[in-house]
């Protein structure tokens, strides 16, 4: 059987929205050259495609997060045939399986950022607020703005629900390489930056709409953290793990 050809490592860098992702890429775009850092954020395509194949609105990020593997391959593969050969790490707004070895022939090295969950979603939610309804072109964001959804709509709602897990759907948290924790930025680059071996400076980019503090809607958090358990473990589980790993 002949396989494809041998490529460089991959490292595949999930950017959970509103954890520090834009600060991040900065840093990775002084780390590598142009050709070896990809940029993917092609996701405003994908949620239009996904609704207009019949989802509604407020399920197409459900729907472009927990695709088969059949969606995987109808929907991505001329993305994957378009990533160059000298590409050593992808970065951006897409489900974790899109680049699974089962897609790539490569096998990936994960990574990704999380964020304490409810202050997380707050910050989603007004920076979401910043978008001309007209003009924006995800269905699930349309909606939120035309409908004037409550900062409290946003938090419970269903479709919304464990946001932050949803990105990492069918990847084991700890075969994730790298969790690194946004209140923990600085610590958690330097770790990241041993373990591949590329010098990542500090950057504070795309810091949002001053929203208020996560304490400022203090009294929504319990049943926040409650509703999104899942999200909420996530967040346990890598706080842990940065602690025991970090410097």
């Known amino acids: ?15 959970i929205p509103k954890t520090a992702g834009t600060s991040f890429a ?13 940029l993917d954020y092609r996701h405003a395509r994908d949620h239009a495609g996904i609704a207009a194949q019949g989802i509604s609105a407020v399920e197409t ?47 990936p090295s ?8 409810f ?23 349309q909606t939120v703005l035309s409908e004037g959804w409550s900062l409290e709509d946003f938090l419970f709602h269903p479709a919304l629900r464990d946001y932050q897990s949803q990105f990492l759907r ?17 610590q958690d680059l330097e770790r990241l930056s041993k373990m591949i071996g590329r010098p990542l400076d500090v950057f504070m980019e795309n810091t949002g709409p001053v929203s208020g503090t996560g304490e400022t809607h203090g009294g929504l958090r319990t049943r926040f953290m409650e509703f999104h358990q899942v999200d909420a473990a996530l967040y346990r589980f890598a706080v842990e793990r940065s602690c025991r790993e970090g410097i």
């Open 119 to 141: 202050a997380r979603a707050i910050s989603n939610y007004f920076y979401w607020q910043t978008f001309d309804p007209h003009t924006v072109p995800d269905p699930l964001v």
């Open 26 to 38: 900065k840093a990775l775009g002084q780390a590598f050259s142009a050709d070896e850092l990809f």
């Open 170 to 186: 069918g990847l084991p948290w700890h075969k994730i390489d790298f969790i690194g924790v946004v209140e923990r930025f600085p």
């Open 61 to 107: 990020h459900r729907a472009w997060l927990s695709p088969s593997w059949l969606d995987l391959v109808r929907r991505y593969r001329l993305d994957l045939n378009a990533m160059p050969n000298t590409c050593r790490l992808v970065h951006g707004h897409f489900p974790a399986r899109k680049y699974h070895r089962f897609m790539t022939w490569r096998v």
């Open 1 to 15: 059987m002949n396989w494809p050809p041998a490529h460089p490592m991959l490292y595949v860098s999930v950017h």
């Open 110 to 117: 994960y990574i990704t950022w999380v964020r304490d969950p």
